[in-house]
């Protein structure tokens, strides 16, 4: 009997290992299931229509989630990612509404975003703040200056040939969600292939062993703000484009589902572990989610709830089957 | 944030210079953050006296108090959590659930002072919440703060339906006249409950455990602090004066805002940051209450100067990352004398 009983529990051990550690695989299974339950709960699941909305819906967070996969990882995280995707946005819809040319316009955003990266990376890594802090900072100076530019309204009356870029439509599939394919993919393959980039795996292990083999942590983390940067305000331009107008509120309370998705999809708050094709599950499975709560009528308040039990509840169950990996 | 800095037995009062009579008060008072915080509260409220003649009335001055008094207060828990190396992000939810609380307690039927009690409960409970999870779960206070805020404020959207609740029953209407010792209530709680905490933060055992807490948890227990009660109970503590601050703000309003409270924890994080508390638990309550008048006294400056209130975002964060690198700046400091101490 004993050693039935052993066993099962090797089994059960293993199993337990496999769906820890092949965190994407079990994720994908989890949308799989989730989608074929909810798609025999309601009718209007797995329409066109609203697989559609569900792709925009993932597309941007999706963008900006590869970046924040990558620093987290490393074991740095950017709480102004969702300020950032704001101010880029306001910034080019104002800049190009008053008739700046659309491309420089769109540059001066993505430089925008570039900047906020360097004042991040320049907090954290030369004068050594924290990077919940400087970030927090950061968010908040952000916010600042959108609500100055911006004077607390809406840019609306965007120029069609800016539009476009949101809302040209391939296959009738809408533009953003394909650069955000090309993006995760890329990113994803990088990630797992180039020297560059597994890096950041190496620093958020351990940062003085990963100095010691000769990685410049400092510089090497500071890219990662700076793309996470630019990408959050590609995300926001993208956003506006589609929309067709720029809201003040833009961006607001990303940096929580992009965090949250990315722990979900496998990335460890303390650095080291994760990737970018789990961190876009994670994407689509709270994508997925907030859409069934508003196909099932539950008001939108009820949401902010849901994702916040979610956010906690995922990382402490993260840090205590951590704990139990160590023991 | 809690590096490896062992400031050796935490004093509150900061490094002593031995030299003798006025001259040495002087400069023991400048090689303080309270001391130079002091100071340029003296100089601001100099240079804002000259610039508007309003500045000085007793009326501006109850003004500005009344305006500080929830950070002020919610500053008080805030420092023993950030003592204790934690961070406290649901501090603002606390507040505004709190007014909710109280309001839908009171038209329920449930009389006064019962439903204010209920207020406060609600804040301990969010800190007691906050707590368990940093404590037994072991999840980063941070995310676990950012956790409870989006979570209590959902469930102030959802209890307010997004509007404020008034019609208040008289009985709790009449406080809006209350007056404690001559002074408006949420000016009497702040200095009373800014004393209180001071004086247990310098001669508490209990309270002074967060010290050590702060400096190297292995260590606090090690010499046999329960780290995680006292954590638990600092994020309580945190909870119940934000909600005391909320539950001040009602009383002083006569609504339960659905607003009341957002953003209020930057301010709450960025007092004590100002009197330089928190980085590898150090710092008093009083420096804590001087970084929150230091801010009450720049809105305030805002609006008697007629500045744009937009403005107010802006300078809040480029006061937290300027008060956290001046934080970061002095521990380094420490950390490289105490080095040079040792040769």
């Given at each position: 009997m004993p050693a039935a009983k052993e066993k099962a529990a090797v089994s059960v051990s293993r199993w337990y290992s496999f769906l820890v550690e092949r965190r994407d695989l079990t994720l994908l299974?989890?949308?799989?299931?989730?989608?074929?339950?909810?798609?025999?709960?309601?009718?209007?699941?797995?329409?066109?229509?609203?697989?559609?909305?569900?792709?925009?819906?993932?597309a941007f967070n999706a963008i900006v989630v590869i970046g924040m996969s990558i620093l987290m990882i490393a074991g740095g995280i950017d709480i102004a990612?969702?300020?950032?995707?704001?101010?880029?946005?306001?910034?080019?819809?104002?800049?190009?509404?008053?008739?700046?040319?659309?491309?420089?316009?769109?540059?001066?955003g993505l430089g925008i975003g570039i900047v906020v990266g360097c004042g991040n990376a320049l907090l954290i890594n030369r004068f050594g703040l924290s990077p919940f802090l400087a970030t927090l900072g950061m968010q908040s100076v952000c916010r600042g200056i959108l609500w100055l530019v911006s004077g607390g309204h809406s840019v609306v009356g965007l120029p069609p040939q800016f539009v476009v870029l949101g809302q040209t439509k391939i296959a009738s599939i809408q533009l953003p969600v394909y650069i955000m394919l090309v993006l995760?993919?890329?990113?994803?393959?990088?990630?797992?292939?180039?020297?560059?980039?597994?890096?950041?795996?190496?620093?958020?292990?351990?940062?003085?062993?990963?100095?010691?083999?000769?990685?410049?942590?400092?510089?090497?983390?500071?890219?990662?703000?700076?793309?996470?940067?630019?990408?959050?305000?590609?995300?926001?331009?993208?956003?506006?484009?589609?929309?067709?107008?720029?809201?003040?509120?833009?961006?607001?309370?990303?940096?929580?589902?992009?965090?949250?998705?990315?722990?979900?999809?496998?990335?460890?708050?303390?650095?080291?572990?994760?990737?970018?094709?789990?961190?876009?599950?994670?994407?689509?499975l709270m994508a997925?989610?907030?859409?069934?709560?508003?196909?099932?009528?539950?008001?939108?308040?009820?949401?902010?709830?849901?994702?916040?039990?979610?956010?906690?509840?995922?990382?402490?169950?993260?840090?205590?089957?951590?704990?139990?990996?160590?023991? | 944030m809690s590096s490896a800095v062992h400031t050796s037995p935490p004093s509150p009062g900061g490094s002593r210079s031995p030299r003798g009579g006025a001259s040495r008060w002087v400069g023991r008072m400048l090689s303080t953050q309270t001391g130079v915080l002091f100071g340029i509260i003296i100089l601001l409220a100099v240079a804002l006296s000259i610039a508007s003649p309003y500045f000085l009335t007793g009326a501006n001055l109850l003004a500005i108090g009344v305006a500080m008094a929830g950070s002020a207060l919610a500053a008080i828990g805030s420092s023993l959590v950030l003592l204790t190396g934690g961070i406290d992000l649901s501090i603002g939810t606390s507040y505004g659930l709190s007014g909710i609380v109280v309001s839908h307690a009171l038209l329920a039927g449930i009389p006064v002072l019962p439903s204010m009690a209920l207020a406060l409960l609600s804040g301990m409970l969010i800190g007691a919440l906050n707590g368990v999870i940093i404590t037994r779960l072991r999840v980063n206070p941070f995310i676990t703060t950012?956790?409870?805020?989006?979570?209590?404020?959902?469930?102030?959207?959802?209890?307010?339906?997004?509007?404020?609740?008034?019609?208040?029953?008289?009985?709790?209407?009449?406080?809006?006249?209350?007056?404690?010792?001559?002074?408006?209530?949420?000016?009497?709680?702040?200095?009373?409950?800014?004393?209180?905490?001071?004086?247990?933060?310098?001669?508490?055992?209990?309270?002074?455990?967060?010290?050590?807490?702060?400096?190297?948890?292995?260590?606090?227990?090690?010499?046999?602090?329960?780290?995680?009660?006292?954590?638990?109970?600092?994020?309580?503590?945190?909870?119940?004066?934000?909600?005391?601050?909320?539950?001040?703000?009602?009383?002083?309003?006569?609504?339960?805002?659905?607003?009341?409270?957002?953003?209020?924890?930057?301010?709450?994080?960025?007092?004590?940051?100002?009197?330089?508390?928190?980085?590898?638990?150090?710092?008093?309550?009083?420096?804590?209450?001087?970084g929150a008048t230091l801010l009450g006294l720049i809105f305030n400056a805002i609006q008697l100067l007629g500045i744009p209130v937009l403005f107010q975002n802006v300078i809040t964060g480029a006061f937290l990352v300027s008060a956290a690198l001046i934080g970061v700046v002095r521990v380094r400091r420490a950390f490289l004398m105490q080095r040079m101490e040792r040769r």
């Open positions: 299974l989890t949308i799989v299931i989730a989608c074929a339950v909810i798609s025999r709960l309601t009718p209007h699941f797995l329409t066109f229509v609203n697989l559609q909305t569900l792709g925009l819906a993932v990612v969702g300020a950032t995707y704001g101010l880029a946005a306001i910034v080019v819809g104002l800049l190009i509404s008053n008739g700046f040319p659309i491309v420089p316009g769109i540059l001066v995760v993919i890329a990113a994803d393959v990088c990630l797992r292939r180039t020297s560059f980039l597994r890096q950041f795996y190496y620093i958020g292990v351990s940062p003085q062993s990963a100095e010691s083999c000769g990685i410049p942590v400092r510089r090497v983390t500071s890219i990662a703000y700076i793309l996470v940067g630019f990408l959050a305000a590609l995300a926001g331009i993208l956003d506006g484009a589609r929309v067709g107008a720029i809201y003040v509120m833009s961006g607001t309370g990303i940096e929580f589902q992009v965090i949250t998705a990315a722990v979900i999809g496998g990335t460890s708050m303390a650095g080291g572990r994760g990737t970018i094709f789990g961190a876009f599950l994670g994407v689509i997925i989610l907030t859409n069934v709560l508003s196909l099932a009528g539950v008001n939108m308040y009820w949401q902010s709830v849901f994702i916040g039990a979610i956010l906690v509840g995922v990382v402490a169950m993260d840090s205590l089957m951590g704990s139990r990996e160590t023991r | 950012l956790g409870t805020m989006t979570i209590g404020r959902g469930l102030i959207n959802i209890l307010t339906r997004g509007y404020s609740i008034s019609g208040l029953p008289d009985s709790f209407m009449k406080l809006l006249y209350l007056k404690i010792a001559g002074l408006p209530p949420s000016v009497a709680i702040m200095i009373l409950f800014t004393v209180v905490a001071d004086l247990a933060l310098r001669w508490w055992k209990p309270a002074r455990q967060l010290y050590y807490i702060g400096g190297s948890s292995t260590y606090a227990r090690l010499i046999g602090i329960n780290v995680n009660r006292a954590t638990t109970a600092a994020y309580v503590v945190s909870g119940f004066t934000a909600a005391a601050g909320g539950l001040l703000f009602t009383m002083r309003t006569g609504a339960g805002s659905q607003q009341a409270g957002l953003g209020l924890e930057m301010l709450a994080i960025i007092a004590p940051f100002l009197g330089g508390v928190g980085f590898g638990g150090q710092g008093t309550i009083l420096a804590a209450f001087l």
